[in-house]
C-alpha cells in the first residue's frame, strides 16, 4: 500500500540502530478512516449529519490533505458504494490552480515555456515558476510526467486543444 499523509516512512531506534516502521498500522489507518466516515454520517450538536456523498468529499479533501490514508479511504468508500472518481479541476483535493491547470494542459500540448507565455500573456519566468509548482505539487520532474499526469485526469483532449487555439 502507498504511504500518503504526514507519517514518516520509518525512524531509526536508539537502541540497534534499525529502522522501525513509523506510520500507524494499516488496522488502525483503516479505523481512523472509517470513524471518520461514520462520523460525517451522524448528527452532531454543533451540526446535522451529512450525506453520504457529503461525508465521501469530506473524507477525500482529509485525504488530499494527509490527515488519511488515500488508499484506506480510496478502498472504504468503494466498499460503501461511493463513487472513488479523482477530482477534476477546480474540485475541493484538486492539488492544481486554474492557472497551473491552463499551464499542464498547454505544456501536455506540447508548447514550450516561451510559446505557453504567448498564450496565457504573461513572461516566460512566470510559465517556469507555475511548471515548478506543478512538479512539486505533482512529485514528478519531467515534462512527461506532467503529460502523463494530464492525461490520467482527463486534462487534454479536444477541450484543451480549443484553449491552445
Known amino acids: 500500500m502507498a504511504r500518503s499523509g504526514r507519517w514518516p516512512a520509518s525512524i531509526t531506534s536508539a537502541s540497534t540502530g534499525r529502522a522501525i516502521e513509523a506510520s500507524p498500522p494499516v488496522a488502525a489507518r483503516i479505523l481512523a478512516a472509517a470513524d471518520a466516515y461514520q462520523t460525517k454520517l ?7 449529519a451529512l450525506a453520504p456523498d457529503a461525508a465521501a468529499s469530506h473524507l477525500r479533501n482529509d485525504a488530499a490533505r494527509g490527515r488519511l490514508d488515500a488508499d484506506v479511504v480510496a478502498a472504504l468508500l468503494g466498499a460503501a458504494g461511493r463513487t472513488v472518481a479523482a477530482p477534476t479541476p477546480l474540485q475541493p483535493g484538486f492539488p492544481l490552480s486554474q492557472r497551473e491547470v491552463e499551464v499542464l494542459r498547454l505544456l501536455a500540448s506540447g508548447l514550450t ?16 515558476h507555475h511548471v515548478q509548482h506543478m512538479y512539486d505539487k505533482l512529485g514528478i520532474s519531467t515534462r512527461v510526467g506532467a503529460t502523463l499526469f494530464a ?3 482527463g486534462l487534454v483532449g479536444e477541450e484543451s486543444d480549443a484553449i491552445v487555439k
Open 113 to 128: 515555456n516561451r510559446e505557453m507565455a504567448e498564450v496565457l500573456v504573461i513572461s516566460p519566468k512566470t510559465v517556469g
Open 151 to 153: 492525461l490520467q485526469h
Open 42 to 48: 451522524e448528527r452532531r450538536p454543533h451540526r446535522a
